[in-house]
Nanobody
Framework: QVQLVESGGGLVQAGGSLRLSCAAS????????MGWFRQAPGKEREFVSA???????YYADAVKGRFTSSRDNAKNVLYLQMNILKPEDTAVYYC???????????????????WGQGTQVTVSS
């Protein structure tokens, strides 16, 4: 069983920055592919970013160049640095873990078998 706890959300003005954290339980965190997804009101959950065990990162086009995923395997923590935030980035952000080494695309929510409770990010214009 893996527990994921996000933190770092909040209210920020457009152009500002936030860093989200996702603390994971478990002794094999370093082997997991980790993802960030977000869901805005009335919209489906969408892929934001992922980072695999080899530290390879993947980004949605909407956040490429502004968001950066990283991980600290010694601390079992996943990060999402969000810069140049826009009002359209407003959403609940979720971290997710793939502990089964699935072969499906990193952008697919079905790849991940553990999810955090989410943290709200609100960007004002």
């Amino acid at each position: 069983q893996v527990q994921l706890v996000e933190s770092g959300g909040g209210l920020v003005q457009a152009g500002g920055s936030l860093r989200l954290s996702c603390a994971a339980s478990g002794r094999t965190f370093s082997r997991y592919a980790m993802g960030w997804f977000r869901q805005a009101p009335g919209k489906e959950r969408e892929f934001v970013s992922a980072i695999n065990w080899a530290y390879t990162t993947y980004y949605a086009d909407a956040v490429k160049g502004r968001f950066t995923s990283s991980r600290d395997n010694a601390k079992n923590v996943l990060y999402l640095q969000m810069n140049i935030l826009k009002p359209e980035d407003t959403a609940v952000y979720y971290c997710a873990a793939d502990s089964r080494s699935q072969s499906s695309d990193y952008t697919e929510p079905t790849r991940y078998n553990y999810w955090g409770q989410g943290t709200q990010v609100t960007v004002s214009s």
